[in-house]
């Protein structure tokens, strides 16, 4: 029945649309809460914005079977690559926010690579809905065959002072890229050789065909534990347990710090239970003693956060902060 104040075509009219609205809003509301009390009820895709090989492509091979055994369906991980992980992300911020279609990654497909575009394509902390974190991993720096007379982070310098020495990384735009650009701050003659993709660069490296690399040192860490590459430092606080001899940039660069982490997102305006959903499971699969020794044997530290609004909050802060870094190195991309 409607309201009294019907009195009129105009009031009548009006007083229907109100109540027309309220019904499509409550209807909305109520069809969420169902969907997502049913949420998975069908695979999750888990996008990796680079081709096998990288950092990020580890840790979603690592994490996917835990987690989609937690939510009891299949995690599915797809390689979407290209512009340094920026096409893998704006695919997930246009996707339909239902927590079927979600995203992995580090800090350089959405802090970094989009804040050195002209144009950038997304904003992450407005676009993007924070899961939770699942690793932690710095960023190594490592010298090929090429360069038998370095053999410390000193050397490299000193090096750089006489010369140019080629670096490569996995693109331009992501921290690696970043971490080299904060090495030219010592005045040395450091050339960034960007590649598209960590797999091309180490190889590359090995081959001869550059000096260095500087990268995670997830996907490094097997090449130097078979002695094609030699870690010169480790861009973390404290040494690594992973290799422990090697020292960190900080003991011959004072303030040269990069940590990269490794989690989980989904599109802006995914409900709140999926995502919590979400966090539970992926909780439980980084506490999985199966899921601790996989990322342990791949050089990165199993990591998360109190909830999926710490990490959100953690995204945004590190956007501001490594923005005004960017700008300030005058980063832009190829």
């Known amino acids: 029945m409607l309201s009294n104040h019907c009195v009129t075509y105009t009031h009548c009219k009006r007083a229907l649309l109100r109540a027309l609205s309220l019904s499509l809003t409550f209807l909305a509301v109520a069809g969420s809460s169902v969907f997502a009390a049913d949420f998975p009820s069908k695979p999750v895709r888990l996008i990796v914005g680079y081709p096998p090989g990288g950092s990020n492509d580890l840790a979603a091979r690592i994490i996917a079977p835990e987690l989609g055994r937690i939510l009891g369906q299949p995690i599915v991980v797809e390689n979407m690559a290209g512009a340094n992980g920026v096409i893998g992300a704006s695919y997930v911020v246009k996707a339909e926010p239902d927590g079927y279609t979600l995203l992995l990654s580090s800090m350089s497909p959405i802090v970094l690579a989009p804040q050195t575009m002209k144009a950038p394509p997304f904003n992450a902390p407005k676009d993007l809905s924070a899961v939770n974190m699942m690793a932690l991993t710095p960023e190594a720096i490592a010298i090929g065959p090429r360069r038998k007379d370095i053999k410390t982070l000193s050397d490299l310098i000193d090096a750089a002072k006489k010369g140019p020495v080629t670096l490569s990384s996995s693109g331009s735009g992501g921290l690696p890229h970043l971490t080299i650009e904060l090495l030219k701050k ?104 199966r899921t601790k020794e996989a990322f342990d044997k791949a050089a990165m530290s199993p990591t998360v956060l109190a909830s999926p609004t710490a990490f959100q909050r953690l995204l945004s802060e590190d956007y501001a902060r490594w923005g005004k870094v960017l700008k300030e190195a005058g980063v832009e991309m190829n």
């Open 186 to 289: 010592v005045q040395g003659n450091f050339q960034h050789v960007p590649y598209k993709g960590a797999g091309p660069a180490i190889n590359d490296t090995i081959a001869g065909h550059v000096d260095g690399v500087v990268m995670d040192l997830a996907p490094l860490y097997a090449q130097i534990q078979s002695g094609k590459l030699t870690a010169l430092a480790v861009t973390s606080e404290k040494r690594v347990d992973f290799l422990k001899d090697v020292p960190t940039a900080q003991e011959f660069l004072p303030g040269l710090n990069v940590v990269n982490w490794v989690g989980i997102f989904a599109p802006a305006k995914t409900p709140a239970e999926v995502l919590s959903t979400l966090d539970r499971a992926l909780q439980q699969a980084v506490a999985n003693p």
